[in-house]
């Protein structure tokens, strides 16, 4: 399983359980916390309503005032309120007034007047001198039809002569507690939602950098040419740092390595062939064999030198990253200093030479790498185009990219050899003298056109041989 995946999966189960335990636990605090606070209402209505009521329960009139028919009018009235969206269209008190003994002596419904409530916890309880309150349902086999009732004590002084006590259903509660629940619910599944998209994006951004990562080690295991990736985050920037790190190291290591066993293995063969010269320099011979083997020496000694820059150039490709610039590289202009500078070789051989890259075309990139590569380029075909032959370039543009071919007459290069021309070392004899180059060159050429992010193909085309 991804890592990504593994870390949604927890973020998900911690904050899923976390959102539910809260979520449920506020859920089930709302319909107690809604009761507590219409409870605490109820007792300050009932506690007014006893010093209203004090002088007619004392006096002994209750019944004989106006207090009934002020009862009767409430509960006719039409609040018509709007509270918190929900629509209020009655009053849903009751109250009813008890003597000292626990006798209702008024009550607004009228249904309980002149019996005994003594044994109601409310009344009960207020009598005693204790805080009074009760829940009773209206419908035993009804949950929602409890009715809660809190009384308070009408004092003579420090004598109780009677209880009032507030009615309220809790069903008149039931709207206000759907409404919570449900914005509760809504806003909490919001959160969690919210929440779970934030974790998916965080394994995506971290599982995202990780892959970058990879993708690059893999890369550089293979031997490929990448690009550090860019990634954010201290321990992920550290990371990628430390990566970079190890694989200049081991790569500047085995660079060094496999360099030194291949140009040891490369000087060799010019190494002996001087060595053989000069011991047989130093017995008597003649002056024309004499002249030959020191010409033997020299060529040999040019071969070493030019196996070792060119190696040296390769090297300097071969080690970096990406381009330290990039300019528009006029090419045609490019192409003529090049021709200029193998005139009296072209010259020499009868070559005919022909350029039709338009003056239009440029390539962006750096311009010591391409004339470079150019170079190794026509050098490359001037050995291999018989005296007379041709040798023509032309480029256009393809997709944003420029498409550069040289043409060289000259024989078809064998097919057990296409596909190893650029590979190290590997050439073909040149068709003047039968002796092969380095093997440097085209593999050079590849090196740049990569670095430039194109590549080189080599084939054969009628009449000759196509580079592009």
């Known amino acids: 399983m991804p890592l990504g995946i593994r870390i949604f999966l927890v973020y998900f189960l911690f904050v899923g359980l976390a959102g539910w335990f809260v979520l449920s636990t506020v859920m089930d605090e709302i319909r107690p916390g809604v009761r507590q606070s219409t409870e605490e209402t109820l007792v300050d209505t009932a506690n007014l309503l006893a010093e209203i009521l004090r002088d007619e329960v004392k006096a002994g009139r209750l019944q004989q005032g106006r207090l009934p028919q002020v009862l009767q009018a409430y509960g006719q009235r039409k609040p018509q309120a709007q509270i918190w969206g929900v629509e209020k269209t009655q009053v849903n008190h009751r109250i009813y007034v008890t003597d000292a003994k626990g006798v209702v002596l008024l009550d607004s419904s009228g249904a309980a007047v002149g019996q005994d409530y003594s044994r109601w916890n409310d009344v009960l309880r207020t009598l005693r001198g204790e805080y009074g309150a009760r829940s009773t349902k209206e419908d035993p086999n009804d949950p929602d039809s409890s009715v809660m009732y809190v009384a308070a004590p009408i004092m003579d002084g420090a004598q109780i002569i009677g209880v009032v006590s507030v009615a309220k259903p809790n069903r008149t509660l039931q709207p206000y507690i759907e409404r919570s629940e449900q914005r509760l619910a809504w806003l909490g599944g919001g959160l969690i939602v919210l929440g779970l998209l934030i974790g998916a994006l965080l394994s995506w951004w971290l599982s995202a950098a990780l892959r970058k990562l990879t993708r690059y080690a893999q890369a550089v295991s293979a031997g490929q040419r990448a690009e550090l990736p860019s990634v954010r985050g201290g321990e992920l920037a ?231």
């Open 238 to 468: 550290q990371l990628a740092e430390a990566i970079e790190r190890m694989r200049t190291e081991l790569e500047g290591k085995a660079y060094v390595e496999r360099y030194v066993h291949t140009l040891t293995h490369e000087l060799k063969s010019p190494l002996a062939a001087i060595r053989g010269a000069a011991e047989l320099l130093d017995s008597e011979m003649p002056a024309p064999q004499r002249q030959r083997f020191v010409a033997n020496i020299e060529q040999e000694s040019a071969r070493m030198q030019q196996l070792i820059e060119r190696l040296l150039h390769l090297a300097q490709v071969e080690q970096r990253q990406g381009l330290e610039e990039q300019v528009a590289v006029p090419l045609h202009a490019l192409v003529d200093s090049l021709l200029q500078a193998q005139m009296a070789r072209i010259e020499a051989a009868g070559l005919q030479i022909e350029n039709h890259i338009g003056a239009e075309i440029s390539a962006r990139g750096e311009a010591f790498l391409l004339r470079q590569a150019l170079a190794n380029l026509l050098d490359n075909a001037l050995d291999f185009t018989p005296p007379g032959g041709l040798i023509r370039f032309d480029a256009e543009m393809r997709a944003g990219q420029v498409e550069l071919r040289l043409f060289n007459q000259g024989e078809a290069i064998p097919d057990y050899a296409l596909a190893r021309l650029s590979e190290r070392f590997y050439s073909l004899p040149r068709p003047g003298n039968g002796r092969k180059s380095t093997g440097l060159g085209l593999n050079f050429v590849e090196e740049v056109m990569q670095l430039h992010g194109g590549a080189l193909h080599i084939g054969n085309v009628d009449g000759g041989v196509e580079a592009q």
